[in-house]
C-alpha cells in the first residue's frame, strides 16, 4: 500500500513487477543487525565466561526458563523459537526510535508470524495426539459445537495478527499526526527551528515505541507458546 500509513515501496526488482517496501527492507536491516550480533557474541566463547558472553548465556538461560516456566519442561524444545521471535518483534517494534517503519506496522508481517504460531498449534497437536483425538477435539465438550470450534480456531492467527498491527501501527499514526502537528504549530509561531518536534514527542516514543513494543513482544509469544502449550496437553 503506498502513500498515507502504508509502507512505500523502495524499488522493484529488476525485470519483474514485484516490489520491495520498506516492511521488506526493514526487515532485511534487522535480520543483518541480529546476524552480525549472533556472529560477534559467538564468535569467541570461553569456558568462564565474561562481558558479552555473559550477557548472552544470561539471555538464553532465561529464554529456556521462561519457556520451561510457561509450556511445561517437556516442551523447552521450543526455546530457539520462541526466543527468536521475541527478539526479533522487541527489535521490529523499536524500529521506531530510530526513525524506521516498524515492520510489525505491515499485517503482512504480523499475519504471517500469527500464521506460523497457528500452524504450529495443529501440527504439534496432531502429532502429540495423533488424527484420530486431534479431529475428536472439534467436537467437545459437544457435536454441536462443531462449527463454533473451528470458526474460534481459524480466529486464532487473526486476532494475534491484528493485536499486534493494532497496537504498532496505531502509536504510528498518533506519532506521525503529532509531529506534523507540532511541525505546523513551529511554523505558525514563527520558530526558526522545529524545536516543538524535538521535545514534546520524547514522552510519547517512550510510551508506544518502548513501553507498548516490548510489551507487544511479550504478548505474542506468550500467547504463542500457551496456544501450542493447550493444543499439546
Same mark, same amino acid.
Given at each position: 500500500?503506498?502513500?498515507? %500509513? ?15 517496501t520498506?516492511?521488506?527492507?526493514n ?6 543487525i541480529?546476524?552480525l550480533?549472533?556472529?560477534l ?6 569456558? *568462564? ?10 539471555l538464553v538461560d532465561g #529464554?529456556?526458563? %521462561?519457556t520451561?516456566q ?8 521450543f526455546?530457539p523459537y520462541?526466543?527468536?521471535l521475541? $527478539? ?9 526510535l ?6 510489525t506496522a505491515?499485517l ?5 508470524l500469527?500464521l506460523?504460531?497457528?500452524f504450529? #498449534?495443529?501440527?504439534?497437536a =496432531?502429532?502429540?495426539?495423533g488424527v484420530?483425538?486431534?479431529? *475428536? ?10 462449527? $463454533?470450534? #473451528? ?8 486476532s494475534l ?6 497496537? =504498532?501501527?496505531?502509536?504510528l499514526?498518533?506519532m ?13 509561531i514563527?520558530?526558526? #527551528? ?10 510519547l516514543?517512550i510510551?508506544?515505541?518502548?513501553f507498548?513494543?516490548?510489551?507487544q513482544s511479550?504478548?505474542f ?7 501450542v502449550?493447550i493444543?499439546?496437553?
Open positions: 500500500m503506498e502513500g498515507g %500509513f502504508g509502507p512505500e515501496i523502495i524499488f522493484t526488482i529488476p525485470g519483474t513487477d514485484i516490489p520491495v520498506e516492511t521488506v527492507t526487515t532485511w536491516i534487522i535480520m543483518a541480529l546476524i550480533f549472533s556472529f557474541a559467538t564468535r569467541k566463547f570461553a569456558h *568462564k565466561p565474561k562481558g558479552l558472553q555473559n550477557f548472552v548465556e544470561l #529464554i529456556y526458563k %521462561f520451561a510457561t509450556m511445561g519442561e517437556d516442551k523447552v524444545a526455546a520462541i526466543g527468536t521475541m $527478539i526479533y518483534l522487541i527489535f521490529a517494534n523499536l524500529a521506531g530510530f526513525a524506521i517503519r516498524p515492520p505491515d503482512n508481517t504480523t499475519m504471517g500469527a506460523i504460531t497457528f504450529m #498449534i495443529h501440527f504439534f =496432531i502429532k502429540r495426539k484420530g483425538t486431534y479431529l *475428536k477435539g472439534f467436537l467437545d465438550p459437544f457435536p454441536a459445537l462443531l462449527v $463454533i470450534n #473451528i470458526i474460534g480456531e481459524l480466529a486464532t492467527p487473526i495478527s491484528f493485536r499486534l498491527f493494532g497496537n =504498532i501501527v496505531g502509536g499514526i498518533i506521525n499526526l503529532l509531529y506534523g502537528g507540532l511541525a505546523a504549530l513551529s511554523g505558525s514563527g520558530l526558526p #527551528i522545529p524545536i516543538l518536534q524535538a521535545a514534546i514527542p520524547a514522552p516514543h510510551y508506544f515505541d518502548v507498548a513494543g516490548v510489551l511479550f504478548i509469544a506468550m500467547l504463542t507458546m500457551v496456544f502449550s493444543a499439546m496437553d
